[in-house]
């Protein structure tokens, strides 16, 4: 993993060898090399353990996330505020099935630094609607899965919300 800062140097020394590429008359390695500054780029805003870590989690690969985002040591130094934001919402998502507690605060942090997607937000709020059930904070809840209801902007998440209601009656 290379700091924010050397990504951004390095994105701007490769676009400008594919200006002076293209100022010799090598037009296909001055693309090549745009290309390679867009890719620097993309991974300046989109940090390239924190990708890796969500493809594990998508195949339910809890250890291996978590040995993804442990390669990033000092998360406020090497990340963007959004990234440091999904960062903590995926140590929130790998303590959620362990210890609630820390998963709480995990996601709290999250929701501070900022999640760029909704969806992502009102998974979060979502989850946290269900700790504080969980700890019998039925007022807490109830707002979490309020807010979690309006930052859902697609309704992938109605079925979830309308199940925690229902749940929520029975406290």
């Not at 200006?19 to 090549?32: A, L, P, R, T």
């Not at 999640?115 to 059930?133: E, F, T, V």
Request: aromatic content about 12%.
């Amino acid at each position: 993993m290379y700091n924010k800062n050397i990504k951004l140097v390095l994105a701007v020394a490769t676009f400008a060898f594919a200006v002076y590429q293209f100022i010799e008359g090598n037009i296909g390695n001055g693309i090549c090399f745009i290309l390679l500054a867009a890719i620097f780029i993309f991974l300046y805003f989109k940090n390239e353990m924190i990708l890796l870590a969500f493809m594990r989690l998508r195949k339910q690969d809890f250890e291996g996330a978590k040995k993804w985002l442990d390669k990033i040591k000092n998360p406020e130094a090497a990340l963007v505020t959004k990234q440091q934001g999904y960062y903590w919402y995926l140590h929130g998502l790998m303590y959620s099935q362990k210890n609630i507690t820390k998963a709480e605060k995990y996601f709290k942090k999250a929701i501070k630094l900022g999640l760029s997607m909704s969806q992502d937000l009102a998974m979060a709020k979502l989850n946290l609607a269900g700790i504080s059930m969980t700890k019998r904070r039925k007022r807490e809840a109830q707002m979490y899965l309020k807010e979690a209801k309006n930052a859902d902007k697609h309704n992938m998440l109605a079925d979830q919300i309308k199940m925690m209601k229902q749940q929520m009656k029975k406290i």
